[in-house]
């Protein structure tokens, strides 16, 4: 049974705090994601990564940064938080295909809150 | 750049009536569909997807290259059936990530 594991469900943190979002997942899964889910906007794509120490952009990056120095875990960075970045943040993974999209994994989500 | 959008935000039935939720996406090539679901304090997971051309809960979907559309269909709903749906593409490019829509609340009345 796959398990994406987030290291918090509720964060309230204070504009300018630099904030660190842990995901984990057990599954040795090559990809890793990161969203933000905001009501009427879906899921938007923050960064991604298919292989330990890459990563690419996704859809709405700016403000993020995220690293990946082992495999199983993946964190999203808030280097500077802003109340625009109160959100729920989802974190995925998934198998490497060969070009085709496998099913992604999601874990529990964490509800961040800037003040 | 590829977009989905998913023209309901809501849709209300009742119990045993039929559910249809509008996908429509905007993409030249030839991409892979999905739909995701969400229910109450659950995690996002996937429902189906259209190379699989499977029926799953009851829930089917035809991609419709022509009309661009994956729209997602159940002939009777049941009260279990009330959750979040996203639909979501792929390009199948290097790190396989997906582009999803604002989603559709479904509320399923007994």
């Known amino acids: 049974d796959v398990k994406v594991t987030q290291s918090s469900r509720y964060l309230v943190k204070r504009t300018g705090e630099k904030v660190f979002l842990e995901c984990v997942q057990d599954?040795?899964?090559?990809?890793m994601f990161w969203y933000r889910q905001d009501p009427g906007l879906g899921l938007r794509l923050i960064y991604f990564s298919y292989d330990v120490k890459m990563k690419e952009k996704g859809d709405i990056p700016e403000g993020y940064s995220v690293s990946r120095e082992k495999k199983e875990r993946f964190s999203l960075i808030l280097e500077s938080a802003s109340t625009n970045q109160t959100s729920m943040y989802l974190c995925a993974s998934s198998l490497w295909a060969g070009g085709l999209q496998d099913e992604q994994f999601f874990g529990p989500g964490t509800r961040l809150t800037v003040l | 750049a590829q977009r989905v959008t998913q023209p309901e935000k809501l849709l209300s039935v009742f119990k045993g009536a039929p559910v249809e939720l509008k996908c429509n996406y905007s993409y030249s090539g030839s991409p892979e569909l999905f739909w995701y679901v969400q229910y109450s304090r659950q995690r996002l997971q996937l429902l189906l997807r259209?190379?699989s051309r499977e029926s799953i809960k009851g829930f089917t979907a035809d991609l419709n290259k022509g009309e661009t559309s994956f729209h997602l269909k159940k002939p009777f709903a049941q009260e279990e059936d009330s959750a979040m749906y996203y639909c979501a593409l792929s390009l199948g490019a290097a790190g396989n990530k997906l582009t999803f829509g604002g989603g559709t609340r479904v509320l399923v009345k007994p």
């Open positions: 599954m040795d899964h090559e990809n």
């Open positions: 259209h190379i």
